[in-house]
């Protein structure tokens, strides 16, 4: 594992136009969690899709209120607590309540900066002992972990696998990041920081398969063990951005970001290795969806995938998917 400190690799802060917002998931656009039974395959309105959860209501599983976000982020009315439990399944035996953007879009070109915050509290922390994938992409080829590694209880920022960084997940302490993603150079890095405190660099762009589309990002979280007790994770200050990245953790109204920070992208980078990927052959059988369960251990189902995706190793070898 490679360590950084917070400063590591920071840019000059300079003052300039902020960077174009291409979606904005901010919570303050629900006024209750109902608000987010809006959206349906047949009504795709609002923000977020939201399908990856139980079947018990929504309620049980998200929460708004003005003490889940980011204090920093003043033009955020409120944020949101996300329960994952032993009933939080979809598709797959893992614990998993995820939130994907809803818009058109293109998430996926050019350079892009993907803002969340996130927080826990010791009431319902999470267990360090099994791993948790969060905001992560369909591809896995970066996202955060927590539960792994050689010090499970940080939070870990991986590039196709691989731990790049990683912090201790305090209790009660707020985690802004921004994925910094070169779609066009297939690159990513990190800027991170806690509280109010503005975006650093702490990972330089690298090397990645940085192949996605416009709902592709998950807002969320996946545990690998189906088991209770529940686990409450905090989002807030989501949104994705484009041209100049906005380092400033919070805006002071509702308009644009502001407090920008030019980037440049590194002109060397370490080579870092794919996501295993499992591909079948033979399409005699039942075929699994986009999206669904397709191997791991005591899997059952299809595990030929439907035209044109293939099955990838999310967490080997307890669990894949198409």
């Known amino acids: 594992m490679i360590a950084f400190k917070w400063a590591v690799l920071s840019a000059f802060s300079v003052a300039v136009q902020a960077g174009t917002i291409l979606w904005n998931g901010s919570f303050s656009q629900f006024s209750t969690v109902a608000d987010f039974d809006k959206w349906s395959w047949a009504n795709q309105v609002g923000p977020y899709q939201w399908y990856i959860h139980g079947s018990q209501a929504t309620s049980h599983y998200l929460a708004l209120d003005t003490s889940y ?11 949101l607590k996300m329960t994952i439990d032993s009933g939080a399944t979809w598709n797959s035996q893992m614990e998993r ?45 970066t996202e955060l972990k927590y539960g792994v590694g050689s010090k499970p209880t940080n939070l870990v920022w991986m590039i196709g696998g691989v731990e ?46 940085t192949s996605t589309n416009s709902a592709d990002f998950h807002v969320g979280v996946l545990r690998i063990v189906n088991r209770n007790p529940p686990e409450d ?48 052959t033979t399409p005699a059988g039942p075929t699994q969806t986009q999206f669904g369960q397709c191997g791991g251990n005591g899997y059952n189902g299809p595990t030929t995938c439907a035209s044109p995706y293939t099955c990838v190793a999310v967490s080997p070898p307890y669990y894949s998917q198409v």
């Open 69 to 79: 976000k980011n204090p920093a982020i003043s033009s955020e009315s409120h944020g």
């Open 97 to 141: 309540a995820e939130l994907i953007p809803q818009t058109t879009a293109n998430l996926g070109s050019g350079q892009q900066y993907y803002h969340f915050s996130l927080k826990r509290s010791a009431t319902n922390a999470p267990d360090s002992t099994l791993e948790h994938q969060i905001a992560f992409f369909e591809s896995h080829f």
């Open 164 to 209: 790049k960084w990683s912090t201790p997940f305090t209790a009660d302490t707020w985690f802004n990041f921004a994925y910094d993603i070169n779609f066009s150079s297939s690159t990513v890095g990190l800027w991170a920081s806690t509280g109010s405190s503005p975006l650093v660099r702490v990972v330089a762009n690298q090397a990645a398969s």
């Open 233 to 280: 994770w905090y989002w807030s200050g989501v949104y994705i951005e484009s041209g100049s990245l906005t380092t400033t953790i919070g805006t002071g109204s509702s308009g644009s970001p502001t407090g920008t920070t030019p980037v440049t992208t590194p002109t060397t980078s370490d080579p870092v290795p794919t996501s295993t990927v499992e591909t079948t």
